[in-house]
Structures are given as structure tokens and as C-alpha cells.
């Protein structure tokens, strides 16, 4: 008999306390398991020993956790060295810890991998998991990342309503949303098309660099074409020297713990992009929107297939450590369409740890500005299904 710990860690998504539900769940049944602690902030609760009794929490609680967004356990930006690892380690010595999961990114894996193998050297028997999770959708080896799907239903959803609203009062329209390196979420935005002239008439992700010159020459097409013009531009959208366009605005820019420059919750890029718009382009009604925080914690628009897998994977972990030392969740598709599933399998901690996945090339159309139906037919299933909208003005005219 030990005791096991659990802890969120990385940016929040709609389903992470999905998996921490699974987490606790599947814990409670392990008769190997006497106490099951939830860090609070992650390995800077682990190190502060600010631990909550999960066992303690009711199945009625837990079920509003599970369909709540954020991180109910709090969550933390630090990346631990060997020697912030040695804390933890300590502390898990201290509290007879044997069962480790870590509900996180590839930073998170690796903060994983790193803890097993000290504890191996320490010839500590320590079970450590991860459990994944990231609306990025960028963690190798798995088909996609618990949280992306419930993103990706937001951004879609919103991108709808937004593209009515530019019909309505028609100009260009920019909304830039997350996607440091890989452009799955932004991509999640073309899901939103039902009719031939919807929007987003334009989509930019990190994998296709661009210029200025040619990304003004495709907007004044749309806007021809058109009459209007929505756009979909992710925060990591580069130019063709490799730099970010965040980057370029923001030398002096706000770093966090990884050295990454901070380009939600500012925006910076947005008006950048309007004002290069509105300067060039002579288009006088330019408008422009960053998503920010709110396509990863925003509450009622969980994706249920997102949010059951998301508790699965956490479930998984628990029965994993029944059978392994370590090792990452990970999902592989069994389905298309209506009879579109998972299956759930290990995989090493070193596969996942620090590495990104970007949208593979068969996901971007020839132009390198939209998405193909390869795409749509990936995403779609995750979300859970998306709503249906009707437009008036295309219809006949008296």
C-alpha cells in the first residue's frame, strides 16, 4: 500500500478536469492506493507540500468538476530543473508518494521523464504518468490531444457567428488565435464554413510562412471577390525569415519560464495586421479581434466526445500504473465518421517529452492559406458536432 498524487500543469483547456476526474476515479478503485493527494499550482504545490484530500470530494462535486473548465487544481508555468526535481522527489519520499500523474503538455511529459528517471536512479519505486493534454493539439505520437477538440468547437463556433456578423456589415475581419508553432487550432476555424462564401476566406498557420506583400495581395483578392474578407490568423504566423510577426512587434516582449514570447492576452498582432490593412489597402471598415484566454477556458461549450476522452485517458493512466513503471496516454484512431472511435495505448515518457507535432502537410491547401477536407475530416469528430446556420441574402431576389 502508497500513496498517489495528482497534478494539472501547463496552460488550462475545457476537459483537463475530465481527466483529472478519470484520474481520481480510477485511483479510488486501485487497491494499491491508501491516499490520493491533488497538488495544488502543480510542482510548485508538490515543493510547498499544498496538497488537497481527493479522496475526500463527493461523486456529486467531482461530476460538476469534470464539466467545468480551467484547471480545478490550479496550474503552473515552471519548468523544473534537477534540482527543483529533487524536491519533488524529496517530498514524494517524505509522503510514501509511489504513483505519480501529471496532467500536462510535452513540458509536462518531460517534467514527467525526468522525475522517473531520478527516481530510478534513486532506486525509488515510483510509478510516473502523464496524462495528455493541450487545445495546441501538437503532442507526438498520439492522434490528437484531449482539450483540442473542445478548442477547436469554440473557435469554430465563434468564427460562425463572427463571419454572420461581417455579412451583415461587411469589411475585413482579422481574429487571431492560438497556435505558437502548430496551426491546428487556427486551422479548427475553416470548420466553421457551411456555404461556399463563408468565412474565414483566409487562414494562416506557423507551418506557411508569409510575406506581408502576399498576405495584403490574397486579402484585396478576397475583398474583391467578395466584398468583405474573414480571416483566421494564428498568434505564431510567420514571416519568410522564420521570425514570428509577434516576435518583430515585441522584442522587448513578456517571456515565461520556457523562453516562449508571450502572444496571447495581447493585441498586439491584430491591430498590427489592421493597420497594415487599413494603411495599404485603403479598406476603411477593418476590424480585428484576439480570442485570448477564452478558447481554452470557456464554460457550457465542452465537446462530448473531447470530454469523454479526456476522462478516459485519465482512467487509463491509473490502469497503466497497475502494469508499468511510466509512460504517456495516447489515443489511435479505430474510425471515420459515424463509426469514428479510439483506442487508448502506451507509449514512452522520452516520445512525447519537449517534442511538437505541426499540422501535416496533406491539412494545408496548395495556396499554404486554408485547409483541405483531409482536415475537415480529422477535426470534425472532435468537436462533437457544430451548430447550423442560415443566411438570407443568398437567396432569390424578388
Partial sequence: MANAIVSQSGGPTGVINASLVGVIEQASKHPGITNLYGAIHAVSGIVKED????????KETLEVVAKSPSSALGSSRDKPDRAYCEKVLAVFKKHDIRYFYYIGGNDSANTCYIINNMAIEAKYDLKAFHVPKTIDNDLRVTDHCPGFGTA??????AIMGDDLDNRALPGIKIDVIMGRHAGFLTAAAGLAKQREDDGPHLIYMPERPIAMADMLGQIEAMYKKYGRCVMAVSEGVTDTDGKTYAEKLAEDAERDAHGNVQLSGTG??????AGQIKGKLKIKRVRADTFGYLQRSFAGLQSETDADEARRCGREAVELSKKFQSGSVSMKRTGEGANYGVELFRTDLVNVAEHTKHMPDEYINATGNGITDAFIKYALPLTGGLPKTEYLGNYPKI
Fill in 268 to 273: 498586439a498582432l491584430a491591430d498590427y495586421l
Fill in 152 to 157: 477547436a468547437k469554440f473557435v469554430a463556433c
Fill in 51 to 58: 496538497f488537497v484530500d481527493l479522496k475526500k470530494i463527493s
